[in-house]
């Protein structure tokens, strides 16, 4: 069974650090593109980040230069690193998985509970 399971959020000031994880089990996760989304309360789901199966990495513009995907193949998991948050990344986030970034989320139907990261002092 292809699962992805995501963890590690939690509560974290303006300005601190966080790094989630994306473990997946039932595929081997170095042959795929894994990205990162995430969902804050009424708003629509947004893609944050993508790391390919040949390692380039890609981020949304909110993002970029604060975030850091990679992966340790030996674990069968991806991470993101979030420096200097802010309130506005405060969502839950998510991991999917795909061939290619440029598809990622798009056929992607086995979403899991998400880790929630909240930014507030």
């Known amino acids: 069974q292809v699962q992805l399971v995501e963890s590690g959020g939690g509560l974290v000031q303006p300005g601190g650090s966080l790094r989630i994880s994306c473990a997946a089990s039932?595929?081997?996760?170095?042959?795929?593109?894994i990205g990162w989304f995430r969902q804050a309360p009424g708003k629509e789901r947004e893609a944050v980040s993508c790391?390919?199966?040949?390692?380039?990495?890609y981020y949304a513009d909110s993002v970029k230069g604060r975030f850091t995907t990679s992966r340790d193949n030996a674990k069968n998991t991806v991470y993101l690193q979030m420096n200097s948050l802010k309130p506005e990344d405060t969502a839950v986030y998510y991991c999917?998985?795909?061939?290619?970034?440029?598809?990622?989320?798009?056929?992607?139907?086995?979403w899991g509970q998400g880790t929630q990261v909240t930014v507030s002092s």
């Open positions: 999917a998985a795909d061939e290619l970034c440029e598809r990622i989320g798009v056929y992607f139907n086995s």
């Open positions: 039932g595929f081997t996760l170095e042959h795929y593109a």
């Open positions: 790391i390919s199966s040949s390692d380039d990495t």
